[in-house]
């Protein structure tokens, strides 16, 4: 407002309160426009380095999931197998116990009827050996008829005496063939048994690892989602400040240059008709003045539109490809000169009221092209 102030006191130029007025709305808006791009620069900045964190963060979150996943799989996967070879390794020494007493079993019952088996083979041999040596002899040669009986005696003997000797052989292959079998089974069974042993060992191991490594990357996602959290809290007070506005950066680039544009216009509509104004004050002296129907004269504020027109009529033949129009020039700025004063503070802005009323009407008039600017200038 310092302008406004040292203009005023220009007594040659009756618009120079209002000049000065309308530059302080464009330094104002200038440097609002200057400190908004800084505000724009630092949140584009910010926003993107800020995704760009969340994204990586939320990355190795996703990885840390699915590895997580993957062990605990894995693991529930090894423990099941263990568990079903245990069971396996359970059933097996079970068998080969039940198998081991039944083959003890077995060879015991193979030694006893060996045993009486041989024994009584030996029986027979010696009573065919006794009666062989008996009836062989000098003394019992002349008993011609008893040879028959003997003959029959040795000869039923001697079928015993095989059977036994079959019976025996046919005992111990059996016994020998149980051994065979009983030694194959269980050599078999040691090496399942040492092969599913070794795989319970290497599976409970890589189980023991896999829950070891799920646990480090809970832990790391832990941390990981705390860093996240924060960069989510920062980014939400940053979206706040940055983007959580009623109206977009570049609609208020484009409505700030169009305000700055139409007081630059007005500017130098106001410096044009204080020219005019200074040129035809001399000319004007010592004449009577008008009514407040009739015209002013040239560069004379009027009180009314219809008194504008008529003076903008009266230059008519010196006008060419433009229309008359007029505007209140203390009107029209009557809210932003006296009414409101709006200055910055941080990134937005405050109003204050200066308790004046508004100012009185002045109409100037202008030959301007139909095209007007709305709201300021108003075709007669």
Request: net charge negative; charged share 30%; with cysteine.
């Amino acid at each position: 407002m310092a302008s406004a102030m040292r203009l005023t006191s220009d007594s040659a130029d009756p618009f120079a309160k209002v000049k000065g007025l309308i530059g302080d709305m464009i330094e104002k808006l200038e440097s609002d426009g200057q400190a908004d791009a800084s505000h724009k620069a630092y949140c584009d900045k910010e926003l993107s380095y800020t995704n760009g964190r969340k994204s990586e963060k939320e990355n190795d979150i996703a990885k840390l999931t699915t590895s997580i996943d993957t062990q605990k799989a894995r693991s529930a996967q090894l423990k099941e197998e263990v568990a079903a070879l245990q069971k396996e390794l359970a059933e097996l020494a079970k068998s080969q116990a039940e198998w081991t007493k039944f083959r003890q079993e077995e060879n015991t019952a193979f030694k006893s009827n060996k045993a009486d088996m041989e024994q009584g083979l030996e029986g027979v041999k010696m009573a065919l050996k006794v009666l062989r040596d008996y009836y062989s002899g000098d003394e019992n040669k002349a008993q011609g008829a008893a040879d028959g009986a003997a003959t029959g005696i040795i000869g039923l003997l001697e079928v015993v005496e095989s059977d036994f000797s079959k019976g025996l052989a046919e005992m111990v292959s059996t016994e020998e063939n149980a051994q065979s079998t009983y030694d194959a089974a269980s050599k078999e069974n040691e090496i399942s048994r040492t092969t599913k042993e070794q795989d319970v060992k290497y599976k409970v191991k890589e189980s023991v690892s896999l829950d070891k490594a799920t646990a480090e990357d809970t832990s790391d996602r832990s941390g990981v989602q705390t860093e996240l959290d924060a960069i989510n809290e920062y980014l939400g007070k940053l979206e706040e400040m940055c983007i959580a506005k009623a109206e977009p950066y570049e609609e208020t680039v484009r409505r700030r240059a169009e305000e700055i544009a139409g007081l630059k216009q007005a500017l130098e509509i106001l410096s044009g008709e204080a020219v005019l104004l200074q040129q035809s004050s001399k000319s004007l002296r010592g004449v009577k003045k008008h009514t407040s129907v009739d015209p002013e004269g040239p560069g004379v504020p009027e009180k009314t539109m219809g008194a504008a027109c008529s003076e903008c009529d009266q230059h008519a033949q010196y006008l060419k490809d433009c229309s008359c129009h007029a505007t209140d020039v203390w009107g029209t700025f009557a809210n932003d000169a006296t009414k409101e004063l709006t200055s910055a503070k941080g990134y937005g802005s405050t109003t204050e009221n200066t308790g004046a009323a508004r100012l009185p009407e002045g109409w100037h008039w202008h030959c301007r092209p139909v095209s007007g600017t709305e709201g300021v200038w108003q075709q007669c």
